[in-house]
């Protein structure tokens, strides 16, 4: 020990702290790179903040090792070295810390400016006293008797100003990060400043390089862990995304294969141990270095490396020729898309809206192998997509890409056209027109069917008024809705403000709406109408004869006019007994004073049989194709005409 013995600043170390602070950033590092963490760019900022602690680490080893060596005040140059070299990583790692609390928090470039100027002048200035203490003789130096003493001790003050940045960043941006995070890092830093001051009250210090580590566990597990489904061996999407970016970034093309499993579709239904068994040994027999992920409850994507399964090709066919099997055992109803991944796709990270989009376009229990014709179709659906989130934001009910078009209505009773039904289409510049069963679904999905239903029904008043303005005879035109709309508080007095503000009788205006498929939807559906019905609004019920028709249900709606699909139309003109049931039907509602509407009527054939089974209207191309609303004055009389 030498003349060490003489001093009792450093003689109550132990390397314990160390060594497993040493052995603690080996595991966190090889747990990290061999799981699936999520490498996003602080990732980066956490490497570095572990390498500094491993380092520091060994520098403090070292210098305490050589420190017991020494028995003069000279040649001890490597003690000074090694001394600095702890106090630097601990400082930096602080640094790091700060840097890596401003990137979790996504402080804009004005807010992190300052803290990251200030921070990087307190590692320079604390560094240069560092120097001076030890060159000066007034901090940590070995006197002539080779006794160590501390001096002025500046790495409190370097801590204290360090945790003070951070403790700011934390309290006054906390509302940056969801709550249980904030605590999660509270908790962990709170241990480590206990600590710390615990020792240096203790004279101690073989833990202080620990009371760094603690923050360092809770980031690998709080913001860059993925953890396993156990019973699945599956992760989440965040690491299947994390994954992809990865490969697209190093130009590594993936295998990816979906199932899904629309039993399981469920959020919490639990697998069957046959099931759960399956899943595993699909993710894990048939490609090297593989990886399971969990879109949700019921769909699951497989993604190996291509470079890695050269093969590939007849570990696809073995497996769904595996999962044949399997399925003649399970019948579970599925969907299974496979291909290889794609640098349209990959560059935005679209693989679980790409397999979806697919989805939507197969039949159940079927196999797709992903084509170029799907990426431009999913390309173009993209496209109506941000068109759509773009109309939905402009809030311009007069939106010039959405057209309003209408197909004239047969009215039997005069021989006239005086209703007719409003129409949408999109005119998008990269597309050209988009017909509704293209953007339709996209806007119910993601919330903006109700902003495309006020721009046609805004679209639609403004031709009300145009053509009773000129004389014409305007019963009334219909607009479709959505159920999903009805679930908006705001649905009446969204109806209600258009129509007041176009200056039209509210009678002139009629709502199309499909029958309800819930209790929830019924309900609400029934007060939208009852509200809207006080005011001289009428209502359709519209595809009357498609799916599922309760007519209880119908009956408890008080709608005006009942619409028979064009499926009840070609029905009617099978046989004889077809027509009469059709017919019965139209006969009940006629008797319960409904109207009934026909539409898809083509020819004189499906017209004469209609009118002979009790219909008030008549809609088809024998009358007309959908046409610019624009173009309704050619379909309608004048009111002089008229009488």
Request: charged share 25%; net charge negative; hydrophobic share 45%.
């Amino acid at each position: 020990m030498g003349i060490l013995a003489k001093s009792t600043i450093y003689d109550s170390y132990s390397p314990v702290g160390d060594i497993v602070v040493i052995a603690m950033c080996f595991v966190m590092l090889v747990l990290a790179y061999t799981s699936f963490v999520s490498k996003n760019k602080t990732f980066l900022k956490y490497n570095i903040i572990v390498a500094l602690l491993f380092v520091a680490s060994l520098a403090d080893i070292a210098f305490n090792y050589k420190l017991s060596e020494v028995n003069s005040a000279k040649g001890h140059t490597i003690v000074y070295v090694l001394n600095f070299l702890y106090h630097f990583t601990l400082y930096t790692s602080l640094y790091m810390y700060v840097l890596y609390i401003i990137d979790v928090q996504r402080l804009e470039i004005s807010k992190k400016r300052p803290i990251i100027i200030v921070s990087t002048s307190l590692l320079a200035v604390i560094s240069v006293l560092e120097v001076l203490g030890i060159t000066r003789e007034t901090g940590f130096h070995i006197d002539e008797n080779g006794a160590a003493s501390r001096g002025k001790d500046i790495f409190p003050i370097g801590y204290i100003a360090f945790v003070a940045i951070i403790v700011f960043l934390m309290v006054v941006f906390r509302n940056r990060l969801f709550r249980q995070v904030m605590r999660g890092f509270y908790g962990t830093m709170l241990i480590s400043f206990i600590i710390i001051a615990i020792q240096y009250k203790s004279n101690q210090g073989s833990f202080t390089v620990a009371t760094f580590l603690f923050p360092a566990v809770a980031m690998l597990y709080i913001v860059h862990s993925n953890p396993y489904n156990i019973e699945l061996g599956a992760i989440s999407i965040r690491a299947m995304e994390d994954m992809v970016r990865y490969s697209y970034e190093k130009r590594k093309t993936l295998i990816f294969m979906s199932l899904y499993l629309r039993e399981y579709d469920e959020e919490n239904k639990p697998f069957t141990n046959e099931l759960q068994k399956a899943i595993r040994r699909f993710a894990s027999e048939f490609f090297k270095g593989a990886a399971l992920f969990q879109v949700s409850n019921g769909h699951m994507v497989l993604l190996a490396d291509k470079a890695q399964n050269g093969d590939f090709e007849n570990k696809i066919n073995r497996m769904l020729n595996e999962f044949d099997v399997e399925y003649q055992k399970l019948k579970l109803d599925f969907k299974i898309v496979f291909g290889e991944t794609v640098d349209e796709i990959s560059r935005n990270n679209e693989y679980v809206a790409f397999i979806r989009h697919v989805h939507n376009h197969m039949n159940m229990n079927e196999k797709h192998l992903v084509t170029i014709e799907d990426i431009e179709l999913f390309n173009k659906y993209e496209y109506i997509l941000k068109e759509l989130a773009d109309i939905y934001r402009g809030g311009d009910l007069r939106d010039p890409r959405v057209l309003a078009y209408c197909q004239p209505v047969f009215n039997v009773k005069t021989g006239r056209y005086d209703t007719a039904e409003a129409l949408m289409r999109l005119k998008l510049p990269d597309t050209g027109l988009v017909f509704p069963d293209q953007f339709i679904p996209l806007a119910e999905q993601n919330g903006y069917i109700h902003m495309l239903t006020k721009i046609i029904l805004q679209k639609t008043c403004d031709e009300i008024r145009y053509l009773l303005k000129e004389g014409y005879e305007v019963n009334r035109i219909s607009v479709n809705v959505s159920v999903l709309e009805l679930w908006d508080d705001n649905f009446c007095s969204d109806i209600f403000e258009i129509i007041d503000g176009s200056d039209i009788p509210n009678e002139k205006i009629a709502i199309e709406i499909t029958e309800s498929q819930t209790d929830k939807d019924f309900d609400i559906m029934k007060n939208r109408i009852d509200v809207l019905k006080e005011k001289g609004i009428k209502f359709y019920l519209d595809d009357f004869g498609t799916g599922y028709s309760n007519m209880e249900r119908i009956m408890e709606l008080p709608f005006d006019i009942i619409k028979f699909d064009r499926s009840l139309v070609m029905a009617s003109d099978t046989d004889s007994k077809s027509e009469m049931m059709v017919g019965g039907l139209a006969n009940m509602f006629a008797d319960m004073n409904y109207s009934v509407l026909y539409e898809g009527v083509e020819n004189e054939g499906d017209e004469k049989r209609c009118i002979n089974m009790a219909a008030s209207y008549l809609q088809g191309y024998k009358y007309s194709r959908p046409i610019p609303i624009m173009e309704l004055k050619n379909f309608f009389s004048k009111v002089e005409e008229s009488a």
